[in-house]
């Protein structure tokens, strides 16, 4: 028997209109959908009057419905995995199935959608190009002081899911870590009536919620850390500096002037490292 199909089915993060057509084929055509919150999607399927059987896949029952499900896809069920919101398998339950298909050979078809931190993202006006992902941060004091350690140096912009209640106690968690002058977005209710994108340095994030409450869903995008250009001169060879001045069309003297005012030290040192 032909084993059925998996399909990874990202919802809306707010606004019902950004599902897609695809997403509304595949939910009517796959025979059960797996659902985080089964109350939750029942709702979304009416709302595109469809009528499906739903099973309830969550993190916490993830591991122990495993088998169960493999078991419907060997038997040549099609199935559709929903996240309450957004991309399954995103801060969502669904990575633990995927790697059970592939081991099983199940074949896995991603059916794209809203995720939420790209919208943040593409919004916050960081460095869109280089960017790294860390979903929740860990809930205990130790593994939070790690994961914010060594991301302290981190260029590239990092990325924070949060729930509202804990927002606060994150920000000062941030401070410590990056500094309060570190730029932050915080990119609240995404997709929803009350959409904003609030542009803060981390200090000033926290005056902000001494007199505002916090209200609805945040990604929290943090810039990277800047790198001065003396450092990177610093942190460069004087090697690679020569070549850089030289491919610049200096000659051999004036090249070795300026590698010798980066770097802080006297033309003929310059001169004694090139020839080492
Ligand atoms: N799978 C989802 C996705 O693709 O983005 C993420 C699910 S995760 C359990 C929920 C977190 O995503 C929230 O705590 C919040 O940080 C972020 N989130 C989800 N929807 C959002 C929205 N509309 N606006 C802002 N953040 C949102």
Do not use: W
Not at 11 to 33: H, S
Not at 177 to 197: C, D, N, P, Q, S
Not at 214 to 225: A, D
Request: contains cysteine; neutral net charge; hydrophobic residues 40%.
């Amino acid at each position: 028997m032909e084993k059925g199909t998996l399909y990874l089915v990202a919802t809306p993060i707010g606004n019902l209109e950004d599902i897609t057509f695809r997403a509304l084929k595949v939910l009517q055509e796959v025979d059960i959908v797996l659902a985080e919150d089964t109350r939750k999607t029942l709702k979304l399927l009416n709302h595109f009057e469809i009528s499906k059987k739903l099973i309830s896949f969550y993190r916490h029952n993830e591991g122990v419905k495993i088998d169960y499900v493999l078991s419907l896809l060997n038997d040549g069920k099609n199935l559709a995995v929903v996240s309450d919101a957004g991309t399954p398998g995103i801060s969502d339950p669904g990575e633990d199935l995927v790697k059970a298909c592939i081991e099983n050979e199940i074949n896995i078809v991603p059916i794209p959608g809203s995720v939420a931190f790209i919208q943040g993202l593409i919004c916050s006006g960081f460095d869109t190009t280089r960017f790294v992902f860390e979903g929740f941060l860990p809930m205990n004091k130790r593994g939070r002081k790690e994961k914010l350690l060594s991301l302290k140096d981190e260029t590239r912009t990092i990325i924070f899911y949060e729930a509202p209640h804990k927002l606060r106690y994150t920000l000062d968690d941030l401070k410590e870590y990056f500094g309060g002058e570190r730029r932050i977005v915080l990119a609240r209710e995404l997709t929803k009536i009350h959409e904003e994108f609030l542009r803060f340095s981390i200090d000033e994030a926290i005056n902000y919620y001494e007199t505002n409450d916090i209200k609805g869903e945040f990604v929290i995008l943090v810039e990277g850390k800047k790198i001065s250009s003396e450092k990177i001169i610093s942190e460069e060879s004087i090697e690679s500096l020569m070549k850089k001045y030289l491919n610049s069309g200096l000659d051999k003297k004036d090249a070795m002037k300026q590698v010798a005012k980066d770097k802080g030290i006297t033309k003929s040192e310059v001169y004694k490292k090139l020839l080492k």
